[in-house]
């Protein structure tokens, strides 16, 4: 295993498409091994996609059962070539990203989402997510695209009371 | 040697005032740095960090023209500039309620005994001049944990101002 260098913005890379993942094989789970050991040793980092590492497959590493206040998740999720096919609710929520150093914005995010990915032994599954590891699978097939959340950014204020509204 | 400053302009707003300062500035060999602007009550009121390979007398001079053609007040200093080192917020707090003398004082006295660093706050008196409603939104960091924050929101709540805090769970991907 080794740490992977991760790209950062203006480095125009990461705004490029990735494709899909055509082989499975241990090359491929070597490289998965890589980009856990990267995502894991970023400073709070729930997920990592293959091109924040000059990969351009579309692979994304998701982990929200470390977070430092509990969420709904499914643990450790490997995805490639991941569908994203059902989006529901709407949901302002802060991001950062390892590619873009030293700044957070708001970004809506779907608030439960329904997805298909394959693992890395090339069996695909079915998942649904929602919250905050809805928002990081989001996040991350995003990168997938060549957008950051740099992209989706909403203005720090328009989020005033729309919960609580919603709540009563 | 280059040199940061902070740059104050204070005055009557209308459009415009951005680019028109932002290009004396550039023209003049300047650099910006971060930068809030806010409509103020109707003033338009602006910070903004500019690097400059001068002294402060210089730049002053160099501003004071572009501000008195807009009829802007200035005020400059220099200062210690600290980029790449943001400070992130983990919690929001959101207050508001009819206006009167004194909100601001008691929540954000409580708050900042239970530990709250305020990192960005703005307020708007909005509704009609009959009605005057007082809104804030505040971001910050709680040094002694959001419950702390809540506690303290609790004891100084009172009728008619409603105050909600939720803290903010950053997704870093």
């Known amino acids: 295993m080794a740490k992977l260098e991760i790209l950062t913005y203006p480095d125009e890379r990461l705004k490029q498409e990735s494709v899909p993942v055509e082989v499975f094989d241990e090359e491929l789970r070597g490289f998965l091994a890589d980009l856990e050991e990267t995502m894991r040793a970023g400073p709070g980092g729930v997920g990592i996609a293959a091109p924040q590492v000059g990969r351009f497959a579309r692979i994304v590493l998701v982990d929200c059962s470390v977070t430092r206040k509990p969420v709904p998740n499914h643990g450790f999720m490997v995805l490639i070539n991941p569908e994203i096919t059902e989006w529901d609710g709407m949901k302002v929520g802060r991001e950062g990203c390892m590619s873009v150093p030293d700044y957070t914005g708001n970004v809506i995010r779907a608030e439960r989402i329904t997805f298909s990915a394959f693992d890395g032994d090339g069996v695909r599954h079915e998942y649904q997510c929602e919250g905050f590891e809805a928002r990081a699978v989001q996040h991350e097939c995003d990168h997938l695209d060549g957008m950051l959340f740099l992209d989706r950014l909403v203005s720090r204020r328009n989020d005033l009371f729309r919960r609580k509204v919603y709540q009563k | ?173």
């Open chain 2, 1 to 173: 040697m280059q040199h940061w400053y902070m740059l104050t302009l204070v005055g009557k707003d209308r459009p415009g005032i951005v680019a028109h300062l932002s290009a004396a500035l550039f023209d003049g060999g300047c650099n910006l740095g971060e930068a809030s602007m806010m409509r103020l009550g109707g003033n338009f009121t602006i910070m903004l960090m500019v690097e400059f390979d001068g002294n402060t007398h210089a730049l002053q001079q160099m501003v004071a023209s572009v501000a008195e053609s807009m009829g802007l007040h200035l005020h400059l200093d220099r200062i210690n500039a600290q980029l790449h080192k943001h400070l992130e917020p983990d919690v929001r707090i959101t207050v508001y309620g009819a206006d009167k003398a004194g909100i601001v004082a008691r929540i954000t006295g409580a708050l900042a005994e239970a530990g709250l660093h305020i990192l960005d706050m703005d307020s708007s008196v909005a509704g009609t001049a009959d009605k005057p409603i007082y809104i804030m939104q505040i971001e910050g960091h709680a040094a002694e944990g959001v419950d702390s924050l809540q506690s303290a929101l609790n004891v100084v709540a009172e009728k008619g101002i409603e105050a909600h805090l939720e803290a903010i769970d950053t997704m870093i991907g």
